[in-house]
């Protein structure tokens, strides 16, 4: 079992950078293929970035070049730098996690859920 756990949400104003983070429970998090996913009110979860446990990542084409993924294997945490953020970048940002090979934009695929961080973005 893998516990996650986001923070680093907030109210920022257009332009604005906000650090998320998501820390893990357990011993293996190194062996972890790691996601972000956000949801916004009347939308479906959306990928958001991923990076696999060799360190690969992907994006979201609507987030590429202002947002970036990282992860602290020694600290069992993951990060999504923020930057020149939008309004329509406004939902609840959920961290994933899965042992196994995924597909790394499919929801799906992810075993483990954070309990999500509530971004809002205003204009």
């Known amino acids: 079992q893998v516990q996650l756990v986001e923070s680093g949400g907030g109210l920022v104003q257009a332009g604005g950078s906000l650090r998320l983070s998501c820390t893990a429970s357990?011993?293996?998090?190194?062996?972890?293929?790691m996601g972000w996913f956000r949801q916004a009110p009347g939308k479906e979860r959306e990928f958001v970035a991923s990076?696999?446990?060799?360190?690969?990542?992907n994006y979201a084409d609507s987030v590429k070049g202002r947002f970036t993924i990282s992860r602290d294997n020694i600290k069992n945490t993951m990060y999504l730098q923020m930057n020149s953020l939008k309004p329509e970048d406004t939902a609840v940002y959920y961290c994933?996690?899965?042992?196994?090979?995924?597909?790394?934009?499919?929801?799906?695929?992810?075993?483990?859920w954070g309990q999500g961080t509530q971004v809002t973005v205003s204009s």
């Open positions: 994933a996690a899965d042992p196994g090979r995924v597909d790394p934009a499919t929801p799906e695929e992810y075993d483990y």
């Open positions: 357990g011993r293996t998090f190194r062996r972890y293929n």
């Open positions: 990076i696999i446990w060799i360190g690969s990542t």
